[in-house]
């Protein structure tokens, strides 16, 4: 038999003979004409004027043809809403068949008809349908309530249908949990706040045992689910690990993923010294490669999503390079995102076989993948460095082959390669310049003409070549023009006597005859420069640029985390979060891993480093990769008094110190950042509320400056000269190297000799030589700022550590923290910028004239009221008075009165803190007894907890 | 979920457009246009399966000229959505075989039928072929009894979907083929880039009742954990006279039990009724490479290319090759080609830019040789002839990764076989997967 007929015949009048057929007493031919319809359906007519004729059809026990009204049903309720109502005494009686295939049939079909009417009708058979003794039908009405929450929800909610489907987790058929957590999670999704699918460890374990059970599609659902719990502790993350691990072995790859996004997302509250750690490292790199032997279409699934694991934890795969060697026959999708990754994998190595393989890739036919192997290859060069002479050495064999877009590719990334080892590889020059008249696209232009600029003194024809670029001026994009401007300026500065025509000529070109805002600016400052001290201007332009790094192009580290939490589904396809590309509410949700547990990684702030600029895609600030390092130029540099003499436009707003810059930018730099964050990380959103605009994670009543307390009390004194001794803390290490691409942090705090004291050993953990280290602090409660810029002069080579002590003052911002003592803040290096917190001891701020007198003291201690004195105890402290006042002494707690009491002592103390905040004490020590009892009253309470915990710290060291 | 599912012909005609979801059909005609313009029709290759268009959403696969497509607006599961292309397919193929403009257009109740039972609102149910063919038919059902029905349902949404009750037989039988193919890319100087086996276990079943069966292999961690207990590995493998394989990772039929796998590395089911694939699996170490293709390219000049090829069969002396076939890239200005080979028969296809060297047999041991010259038409084309890689197909009847079936054990409690009833075929067979060389 065949059914194709169906689709041939478009006669006039046709709708006629169907309406004739359907209405025809013989089964046969009925059924023959729903095909037809059905048919036409299909091929887009409209056939909806049958619709009376053809639900007549659906009181028959014919499954096939009651299958077939089904489906024109389906497709035409919804523009005859009236009619529709007909089909619902079939719908309703269906819901009863003894046969259980039509019970499912028809409460599966009733879901998918979005016609308010019916769906009254529906709630009645869908509860019974719920309950029903079959678990086919019990499976497919759990779908219906997604069904009928997306048409209503405020019926199913009503309904109670929520509550039936919750209890369907626990249904002994698997298929059926599977189905209703498919369905839950759907219904949550569009009730973020919604407590619906209330994961616990018991409907965990319920789930787990399903997994083990229910079909390959089931097996997702669950998993995809489990996804989205939060486990308690580590242990519970290990246990769901540990019965998710088998999963990795099917053979269907969406199983594979989902448990791989668990496993991802669970391990991250593993500690890692654990040895299970290590073992679920290991398992998962098999079933992730051999993902790459499925379909191609999966295999690009498959692809995307290693390109985050790698990126999260490159670990996994760091051994597995080979086999992401492209294949000649593999499609180009797939050839590209193997790239990616063979880049990404990329290290000493294998270093070797992997050039090998780009050379091969860089002589294939399709261009855009052919451009990505150059450029892999440049991007080796900056990441290898060993490699880096190799590298260019095959980028120059490249040029030779003449193929237009190899060479222009090639110089775009030679340029990076330059900006990565300057002084190295200038001998190929030459063979670029060769090439200068194949260049056409706009990139290649700019990189060539930086080139240029750059090396200038070392091109005898330099100006020659720039000059040919400045006569087509006009008809460059913006790109070209900017790097021609700043190339000229260069050139200009290095050989000034025979250039000063041609600089005079783009500088009129840029800022008289363009309409490009920047361009203009840009011409007027360098003009401006140049007018107003040429040795300036050299020193500015000629500057010594920071190194550009290697890693440019991960994705931010947010998103990367919101990305591993949605392996396998279409976000990690894209790199997009859900939101980007979902409409409505669903999906909007942000996603994160969970936190380690039990690891003292939550007082750092997390790394939010990766704002290093593009490859160098950008035209003259692309010398300077990152932000951060414009403003550590900027900050080097003497801008302040600029003189009006000479240049043509009247200066103004030029008035800005270097450390106004450096205030300024970290505000919109911090800004930026905090924005993505979205509030997720609490470190950096503090820090963004510090530097820049109020973001609304932080509650009000902390950003408001302290009313009358702390604010009020505030004074900027200094205390001066006072004997060593005071009590300091050891260091700790506050930003370990791998949040810092390599650069750790460890410190202390000391007060010495009055001045307070920032004392820091920086490591060099990284491949490369740190430079420009600057530092600046977050609003703080004290108002601690660096008295002095950060005094690394060196740089900072490979495994070296160097001590750096920078004196503090009490002068800057103030803004209350939390905790009081608390304090945020940013080193920069010409690799990036990072943040961390410390906690400094208060103490740093007692000042050495903070002795009361005694008849102050007294006034002062009635004056403040009761409820400002706190009582702490400090235990197992073994020192009698005497020697505890005179250690507190050392730290500027001053002991103003002794009395012994029933052979208790109590001191009496008093101390000032720098803001001039007067701290009253009383310290009872009874012998005998090591704990002693310390009563601390202040009209600011806010710090007695500190000051007790230096109280007891001091006495305990 | 899935929004929708369209099934197009090559010219971009819908031939089954099933929508389950309202976003997209809201905009069902567009997004079918829009599918049709941007990748059906569209000029250049495909450039990723998964096309954002209008912020929806198409995953597409091809087999032969049909287009499957889903359609989404959501975050869906995307390997899902592909597992389930793929399944489907597979589905289709079952029930009525090639998958064709004809045959779909012959089946399109079915397709629709089907499409109803194993999609529901775009989630995925049971789509085991064997479990769909007991409900749905092309010829309607009738007269099922009550326990027939229950037995349908049960089996559809049971713990063993994919076999059903009371299959009986008279001989019980099992065939065992293991099918692996190995891929090489070696380097011009005989250098192995990558090499891979990616194998299968297929299996044909025809046992009677709930069978259990049990598969063993000679992997490399069950033989060491056995080894352990007593006999030293060396011992081991002299009693045995096999050696072990290192297998690198393996995927298992829905029917294995993968926690038994995960905690014991045994290999237990219950198999489904007919053909199926047992497992996959995949081995880098110690892969016996069945032939080794030594390449000499040589350029004449402007206009001649001299390419010598030797290809030398390395396995023991007593098996045979089969259906071993050698193809040579030539370049596009290819204008003329001279063929010398020792054995078998060469020709130049200048359609497939290629020359083809055939061989029907070929003992192991052996070596054969070809050489060609190959006249060019001179051209001022700048771009250098990629030389794609020289590759091979052949056909040997042995395991490359050295994989040996050690057991496979039937376990029937309720009927009266034992596993020495059963009758059993193993044999392995190695194909060539993209075995290339470059040159």
């Given at each position: 038999m065949t059914d194709s007929k169906y689709f041939t015949t478009t006669k006039k009048g046709e709708i006629f003979e169907l309406k004739a057929e359907l209405n025809s007493d013989k089964k046969e031919k009925k059924k023959e004409a729903v095909k037809k319809v059905i048919a036409s359906m299909t091929v887009g007519k409209d056939v909806s004027a049958l619709f009376p004729d053809v639900v007549n059809c659906m009181q028959t026990d014919n499954l096939e043809l009651k299958k077939l009204v089904y489906l024109y049903l389906m497709n035409y309720a919804k523009s005859q809403p009236d009619m529709a109502i007909m089909a619902v005494n079939t719908f309703v009686k269906d819901c009863e068949d003894p046969n259980p295939l039509i019970r499912a049939l028809a409460v599966r079909t009733m879901g998918c008809i979005r016609v308010d009417k019916i769906t009254e009708y529906l709630c009645e058979p869908l509860r019974k349908c719920l309950k029903d003794e079959d678990p086919y039908v019990r499976k497919t009405a759990a779908v219906c309530v997604a069904k009928l929450h997306d048409i209503n929800a405020q019926l199913v909610e009503d309904q109670g249908f929520l509550d039936t489907l919750k209890d369907l987790i626990s249904d002994s058929n698997p298929m059926v949990v599977a189905n209703a957590v498919a369905a839950l999670s759907e219904i949550a999704e569009s009730h973020p706040n919604s407590n619906l699918l209330d994961l616990n460890p018991q409907s965990i374990n319920k789930l787990l045992t399903a997994l083990n059970e229910c079909t390959e599609w089931g097996q997702i659902f669950i998993l995809d689910c489990l996804a989205n719990y939060a486990p308690r502790d580590d242990r519970e993350s290990q246990s769901i690990c540990e019965r998710v691990t088998p999963r990795l072995s099917h053979a269907n790859s969406a199983v594979v993923l989902s448990a791989v996004k668990v496993l991802m997302k669970f391990m991250e509250m593993l500690p890692k010294d654990l040895d299970y750690y290590g073992t679920l490292l290991k398992k998962l790199a098999p079933p992730l490669v051999t993902l790459l032997s499925a379909e191609p279409e999966l295999q690009y699934v498959a692809l995307r999503n290693i390109n985050l694991i790698v990126q999260k934890r490159p670990e996994i795969l760091k051994?597995?390079?080979?086999?992401?060697?492209?294949?000649?026959?593999?499609?180009?999708?797939?050839?590209?995102?193997?790239?990616?990754?063979?880049?990404?994998?990329?290290?000493?190595?294998?270093?070797?076989?992997?050039?090998?393989?780009?050379?091969?890739?860089?002589?294939?036919?399709?261009?855009?993948?052919?451009?990505?192997?150059?450029?892999?290859?440049?991007?080796?060069?900056?990441?290898?460095?060993?490699?880096?002479?190799?590298?260019?050495?095959?980028?120059?064999?490249?040029?030779?082959?003449?193929v237009n877009y190899v060479v222009q590719e090639a110089i775009v990334v030679i340029k990076d390669i330059f900006r990565k080892y300057p002084n190295k590889y200038e001998s190929v020059i030459a063979t670029l310049c060769e090439n200068l008249d194949s260049l056409d696209e706009p990139e290649a232009r700019a990189a060539m003409i930086w080139i240029v600029g750059e090396y200038a003194e070392r091109i005898d024809n330099a100006d020659e070549l720039l000059e040919s670029f400045l006569e087509g001026f006009h008809d460059e994009s913006t790109q070209v023009q900017l790097q021609l401007l700043t190339a000229i300026v260069k050139l200009f500065l290095k050989k000034p006597t025979e250039t000063q025509e041609l600089v005079q000529q783009v500088l009129s070109l840029a800022t008289q005859d363009s309409d490009n805002p920047d361009l203009r600016d840009r011409g007027y400052i360098y003009w401006r420069l140049l007018s107003t001290d040429p040795v300036a201007a050299k020193e500015v332009v000629l500057a010594e640029k920071p190194l550009i790094s290697e890693e440019t192009d991960l994705i931010e580290p947010t998103l990367l985390e919101e990305l591993i939490c949605h392996i396998g589904t279409l976000a990690s396809v894209y790199h997009k979060p859900p939101s980007a590309f979902v409409e409505g509410s669903r999906g909007v949700m942000h996603k994160r891993l969970p936190a380690r547990t039990g690891s003292g990684e939550s007082t750092e702030s997390p790394d939010v480093g990766t704002i290093a600029g593009g490859s160098g895609t950008e035209t003259a600030p692309s010398i300077i990769p990152s932000q951060g390092d414009l403003l550590g130029d900027l900050l080097n540099l003497d801008l302040a008094p600029p003189t009006t003499t000479g240049p043509p436009p009247p200066t103004s707003g030029m008035q800005m110190g270097g450390m106004d810059l450096l205030g300024g930018g970290l505000d919109s730099l911090m800004g930026d950042e905090s924005e993505p964050l979205g509030g997720d990380i609490g470190g950096s959103a503090a820090m963004g509320a510090g530097f820049g605009a109020v973001p609304a994670v932080m509650p009000a009543s902390l950003n408001a400056p302290m009313g009358g307390g702390l604010g009020d009390l505030f004074d900027l004194g200094g205390g001066v000269g006072m004997p060593l001794g005071a009590y300091i803390p050891p260091k700790t290490v506050w930003l370990p190297a791998m949040k810092a691409k390599g650069l750790e942090i460890s410190g202390t705090f000391a007060r010495r000799a009055g001045v307070i004291q920032m004392e820091l050993t920086l490591t060099n953990k990284a491949m490369s030589v740190m430079t420009d280290f600057a530092i600046q602090f977050n609003r703080n409660s004290f108002g601690l700022a660096p008295a002095g810029p950060l005094q690394v002069l060196s740089p900072l080579s490979p495994n070296q550590t160097i001590e750096v002590s920078l004196p503090l003052s009490t002068v800057g911002p103030v803004m209350k923290m939390e905790p009081l003592n608390n304090l945020q803040v940013a080193v920069k290096n010409n690799i990036d910028v990072f943040y961390f917190s410390c906690q400094y001891p208060i103490s740093m701020l007692f000042v050495e004239d903070g002795k009361m007198e005694r008849q102050v003291f007294l006034a002062t201690w009635k004056d403040i009221p009761n409820e400002n004195e706190s009582q702490f105890q400090i235990k197992d402290c073994h020192l009698n008075s005497d020697a505890a006042s005179n250690k507190l002494q050392a730290s500027n707690i001053f002991t103003i009165a002794k009395r012994t009491v029933e052979g208790q002592d109590m001191l009496y103390m008093s101390i000032k803190l720098s803001n001039g905040i007067w701290v009253l004490a009383e310290l009872r020590v009874q012998t005998g007894n090591p704990n002693y009892t310390i009563s601390v009253k202040c009209r600011a309470p806010e710090v007695s907890q500190c000051v007790f915990q230096c109280c007891e710290a001091v006495l305990k060291n | 979920m899935i929004g929708g599912l369209f099934i197009y012909n090559h010219k971009g005609e819908v031939l089954i457009s099933r929508v389950y979801r309202d976003d997209i059909g809201a905009t069902l005609s567009t997004s079918v246009d829009a599918f049709r313009v941007n990748v059906i029709h569209a000029r250049q290759q495909v450039r990723s399966p998964v096309t954002n268009i209008a912020r929806t959403s198409f995953f597409h696969v091809k087999r032969s000229n049909i287009w499957l497509a889903a359609v989404t607006k959501q975050n869906v599961n995307a390997a899902m959505?592909?597992?389930?292309?793929?399944?489907?397919?597979?589905?289709?193929?079952?029930?009525?075989?090639?998958?064709?403009?004809?045959?779909?257009?012959?089946?399109?109740?079915?397709?629709?039928?089907?499409?109803?039972?194993?999609?529901?609102?775009?989630?995925?149910?049971?789509?085991?072929?064997?479990?769909?063919?007991?409900?749905?038919?092309?010829?309607?059902?009738?007269?099922?009894?009550?326990?027939?029905?229950?037995?349908?349902?049960?089996?559809?949404?049971?713990?063993?979907?994919?076999?059903?009750?009371?299959?009986?037989?008279?001989?019980?039988?099992?065939?065992?083929?293991?099918?692996?193919?190995?891929?090489?890319?070696?380097?011009?100087?005989?250098?192995?880039?990558?090499?891979?086996?990616?194998?299968?276990?297929?299996?044909?079943?025809?046992?009677?009742?709930?069978?259990?069966?049990?598969?063993?292999?000679?992997?490399?961690?069950?033989?060491?954990?056995?080894?352990?207990?007593?006999?030293?590995?060396?011992?081991?493998?002299?009693?045995?006279?096999?050696?072990?394989?290192?297998?690198?990772?393996?995927?298992?039929?829905?029917?294995?039990?993968?926690?038994?796998?995960?905690?014991?590395?045994?290999?237990?089911?219950?198999?489904?009724?007919?053909?199926?694939?047992?497992?996959?699996?995949?081995?880098?170490?110690?892969?016996?490479?069945?032939?080794?293709?030594?390449?000499?390219?040589?350029?004449?000049?402007?206009?001649?290319?001299?390419?010598?090829?030797?290809?030398?069969?390395?396995?023991?002396?007593?098996?045979?090759?089969q259906k071993i076939e050698v193809r040579i890239p030539t370049p596009l200005n290819t204008s003329g080609v001279q063929v010398i080979c020792m054995k078998g028969k060469a020709k130049y296809k200048a359609s497939e830019n290629a020359i083809v060297w055939k061989i029907k047999r070929m003992a192991g041991m052996k070596e054969s040789q070809i050489s060609a010259e190959i006249e060019l038409l001179p051209t001022n084309d700048k771009k250098k002839w990629a030389r794609p890689p020289i590759s091979m197909n052949f056909e040997v009847p042995f395991a490359p990764s050295g994989l040996k079936v050690r057991y496979l054990k039937v376990f029937e409690s309720k009927l009266n076989y034992s596993d020495h009833d059963v009758i059993k075929w193993v044999r392995y067979i190695g194909r060539s997967g993209i075995y290339e060389t470059r040159c």
């Amino acid at each position: 038999m065949t059914d194709s007929k169906y689709f041939t015949t478009t006669k006039k009048g046709e709708i006629f003979e169907l309406k004739a057929e359907l209405n025809s007493d013989k089964k046969e031919k009925k059924k023959e004409a729903v095909k037809k319809v059905i048919a036409s359906m299909t091929v887009g007519k409209d056939v909806s004027a049958l619709f009376p004729d053809v639900v007549n059809c659906m009181q028959t026990d014919n499954l096939e043809l009651k299958k077939l009204v089904y489906l024109y049903l389906m497709n035409y309720a919804k523009s005859q809403p009236d009619m529709a109502i007909m089909a619902v005494n079939t719908f309703v009686k269906d819901c009863e068949d003894p046969n259980p295939l039509i019970r499912a049939l028809a409460v599966r079909t009733m879901g998918c008809i979005r016609v308010d009417k019916i769906t009254e009708y529906l709630c009645e058979p869908l509860r019974k349908c719920l309950k029903d003794e079959d678990p086919y039908v019990r499976k497919t009405a759990a779908v219906c309530v997604a069904k009928l929450h997306d048409i209503n929800a405020q019926l199913v909610e009503d309904q109670g249908f929520l509550d039936t489907l919750k209890d369907l987790i626990s249904d002994s058929n698997p298929m059926v949990v599977a189905n209703a957590v498919a369905a839950l999670s759907e219904i949550a999704e569009s009730h973020p706040n919604s407590n619906l699918l209330d994961l616990n460890p018991q409907s965990i374990n319920k789930l787990l045992t399903a997994l083990n059970e229910c079909t390959e599609w089931g097996q997702i659902f669950i998993l995809d689910c489990l996804a989205n719990y939060a486990p308690r502790d580590d242990r519970e993350s290990q246990s769901i690990c540990e019965r998710v691990t088998p999963r990795l072995s099917h053979a269907n790859s969406a199983v594979v993923l989902s448990a791989v996004k668990v496993l991802m997302k669970f391990m991250e509250m593993l500690p890692k010294d654990l040895d299970y750690y290590g073992t679920l490292l290991k398992k998962l790199a098999p079933p992730l490669v051999t993902l790459l032997s499925a379909e191609p279409e999966l295999q690009y699934v498959a692809l995307r999503n290693i390109n985050l694991i790698v990126q999260k934890r490159p670990e996994i795969l760091k051994h597995e390079m080979k086999v992401f060697f492209v294949k000649y026959n593999d499609p180009i999708y797939v050839k590209l995102e193997k790239l990616d990754i063979m880049i990404r994998l990329a290290s000493q190595a294998n270093i070797a076989q992997v050039l090998a393989e780009l050379k091969e890739y860089a002589t294939e036919v399709d261009v855009d993948f052919v451009r990505k192997a150059v450029r892999a290859i440049g991007r080796c060069a900056i990441k290898v460095e060993q490699s880096a002479e190799r590298c260019v050495s095959t980028l120059l064999d490249l040029i030779q082959t003449k193929v237009n877009y190899v060479v222009q590719e090639a110089i775009v990334v030679i340029k990076d390669i330059f900006r990565k080892y300057p002084n190295k590889y200038e001998s190929v020059i030459a063979t670029l310049c060769e090439n200068l008249d194949s260049l056409d696209e706009p990139e290649a232009r700019a990189a060539m003409i930086w080139i240029v600029g750059e090396y200038a003194e070392r091109i005898d024809n330099a100006d020659e070549l720039l000059e040919s670029f400045l006569e087509g001026f006009h008809d460059e994009s913006t790109q070209v023009q900017l790097q021609l401007l700043t190339a000229i300026v260069k050139l200009f500065l290095k050989k000034p006597t025979e250039t000063q025509e041609l600089v005079q000529q783009v500088l009129s070109l840029a800022t008289q005859d363009s309409d490009n805002p920047d361009l203009r600016d840009r011409g007027y400052i360098y003009w401006r420069l140049l007018s107003t001290d040429p040795v300036a201007a050299k020193e500015v332009v000629l500057a010594e640029k920071p190194l550009i790094s290697e890693e440019t192009d991960l994705i931010e580290p947010t998103l990367l985390e919101e990305l591993i939490c949605h392996i396998g589904t279409l976000a990690s396809v894209y790199h997009k979060p859900p939101s980007a590309f979902v409409e409505g509410s669903r999906g909007v949700m942000h996603k994160r891993l969970p936190a380690r547990t039990g690891s003292g990684e939550s007082t750092e702030s997390p790394d939010v480093g990766t704002i290093a600029g593009g490859s160098g895609t950008e035209t003259a600030p692309s010398i300077i990769p990152s932000q951060g390092d414009l403003l550590g130029d900027l900050l080097n540099l003497d801008l302040a008094p600029p003189t009006t003499t000479g240049p043509p436009p009247p200066t103004s707003g030029m008035q800005m110190g270097g450390m106004d810059l450096l205030g300024g930018g970290l505000d919109s730099l911090m800004g930026d950042e905090s924005e993505p964050l979205g509030g997720d990380i609490g470190g950096s959103a503090a820090m963004g509320a510090g530097f820049g605009a109020v973001p609304a994670v932080m509650p009000a009543s902390l950003n408001a400056p302290m009313g009358g307390g702390l604010g009020d009390l505030f004074d900027l004194g200094g205390g001066v000269g006072m004997p060593l001794g005071a009590y300091i803390p050891p260091k700790t290490v506050w930003l370990p190297a791998m949040k810092a691409k390599g650069l750790e942090i460890s410190g202390t705090f000391a007060r010495r000799a009055g001045v307070i004291q920032m004392e820091l050993t920086l490591t060099n953990k990284a491949m490369s030589v740190m430079t420009d280290f600057a530092i600046q602090f977050n609003r703080n409660s004290f108002g601690l700022a660096p008295a002095g810029p950060l005094q690394v002069l060196s740089p900072l080579s490979p495994n070296q550590t160097i001590e750096v002590s920078l004196p503090l003052s009490t002068v800057g911002p103030v803004m209350k923290m939390e905790p009081l003592n608390n304090l945020q803040v940013a080193v920069k290096n010409n690799i990036d910028v990072f943040y961390f917190s410390c906690q400094y001891p208060i103490s740093m701020l007692f000042v050495e004239d903070g002795k009361m007198e005694r008849q102050v003291f007294l006034a002062t201690w009635k004056d403040i009221p009761n409820e400002n004195e706190s009582q702490f105890q400090i235990k197992d402290c073994h020192l009698n008075s005497d020697a505890a006042s005179n250690k507190l002494q050392a730290s500027n707690i001053f002991t103003i009165a002794k009395r012994t009491v029933e052979g208790q002592d109590m001191l009496y103390m008093s101390i000032k803190l720098s803001n001039g905040i007067w701290v009253l004490a009383e310290l009872r020590v009874q012998t005998g007894n090591p704990n002693y009892t310390i009563s601390v009253k202040c009209r600011a309470p806010e710090v007695s907890q500190c000051v007790f915990q230096c109280c007891e710290a001091v006495l305990k060291n | 979920m899935i929004g929708g599912l369209f099934i197009y012909n090559h010219k971009g005609e819908v031939l089954i457009s099933r929508v389950y979801r309202d976003d997209i059909g809201a905009t069902l005609s567009t997004s079918v246009d829009a599918f049709r313009v941007n990748v059906i029709h569209a000029r250049q290759q495909v450039r990723s399966p998964v096309t954002n268009i209008a912020r929806t959403s198409f995953f597409h696969v091809k087999r032969s000229n049909i287009w499957l497509a889903a359609v989404t607006k959501q975050n869906v599961n995307a390997a899902m959505v592909f597992e389930f292309l793929y399944k489907m397919c597979d589905v289709m193929a079952a029930y009525f075989g090639k998958i064709s403009e004809e045959n779909i257009k012959n089946n399109f109740v079915l397709i629709y039928e089907l499409l109803d039972e194993i999609l529901d609102f775009g989630y995925p149910q049971n789509s085991e072929t064997g479990a769909l063919k007991t409900f749905i038919t092309q010829q309607g059902i009738k007269g099922q009894t009550k326990e027939e029905q229950s037995q349908i349902t049960s089996q559809v949404t049971g713990q063993i979907g994919w076999r059903r009750e009371g299959i009986k037989y008279r001989r019980n039988e099992l065939f065992l083929d293991v099918l692996e193919s190995v891929n090489l890319l070696m380097s011009p100087q005989g250098q192995v880039l990558s090499a891979h086996v990616s194998g299968r276990v297929v299996m044909k079943s025809y046992l009677s009742g709930m069978p259990e069966c049990k598969f063993g292999m000679n992997d490399k961690i069950v033989i060491d954990k056995a080894g352990k207990g007593g006999v030293t590995d060396d011992v081991a493998k002299s009693t045995t006279g096999k050696q072990s394989i290192a297998i690198d990772d393996c995927t298992f039929n829905q029917c294995v039990r993968l926690s038994k796998f995960d905690s014991e590395r045994s290999i237990s089911f219950i198999p489904p009724d007919g053909e199926y694939e047992l497992m996959r699996y995949r081995t880098t170490k110690d892969i016996i490479l069945p032939f080794r293709v030594i390449p000499l390219v040589r350029e004449v000049g402007r206009t001649k290319l001299e390419v010598k090829v030797v290809i030398k069969s390395n396995f023991k002396p007593s098996l045979l090759a089969q259906k071993i076939e050698v193809r040579i890239p030539t370049p596009l200005n290819t204008s003329g080609v001279q063929v010398i080979c020792m054995k078998g028969k060469a020709k130049y296809k200048a359609s497939e830019n290629a020359i083809v060297w055939k061989i029907k047999r070929m003992a192991g041991m052996k070596e054969s040789q070809i050489s060609a010259e190959i006249e060019l038409l001179p051209t001022n084309d700048k771009k250098k002839w990629a030389r794609p890689p020289i590759s091979m197909n052949f056909e040997v009847p042995f395991a490359p990764s050295g994989l040996k079936v050690r057991y496979l054990k039937v376990f029937e409690s309720k009927l009266n076989y034992s596993d020495h009833d059963v009758i059993k075929w193993v044999r392995y067979i190695g194909r060539s997967g993209i075995y290339e060389t470059r040159c």
